[in-house]
């Protein structure tokens, strides 16, 4: 009898922590969704970045080829 109450005992024990360890699991997953969306929303925001410096910097080269051919005419 010693020894079934000795087993129920450790198996509630086993129980117990497998449980909280699922519970931890579950939390470490639900951060790292969390990051995964943090880092997805930057990457929108660079790539949006990006897009923007590139037509700023295609404007630059369009006025500075405007500018030599109104030079090139002077000259």
Not at 17 to 36: V, Y
Not at 49 to 69: F, W, Y
């Amino acid at each position: 009898m010693d020894l079934l109450k000795q087993l129920e005992t450790k198996m509630q024990a086993l129980v117990q922590q497998r449980n909280q360890l699922k519970e931890e699991l579950d939390a470490l997953r639900g951060a790292g969704d969390q990051e995964l969306q943090a880092l997805r929303a930057r990457l929108e925001e660079v790539v949006a970045s990006n897009a923007a410096l590139e037509k700023d910097r295609e404007a630059v080269k369009d006025q500075v080829a405007s500018i030599l051919r109104a030079l090139e005419s002077l000259g």
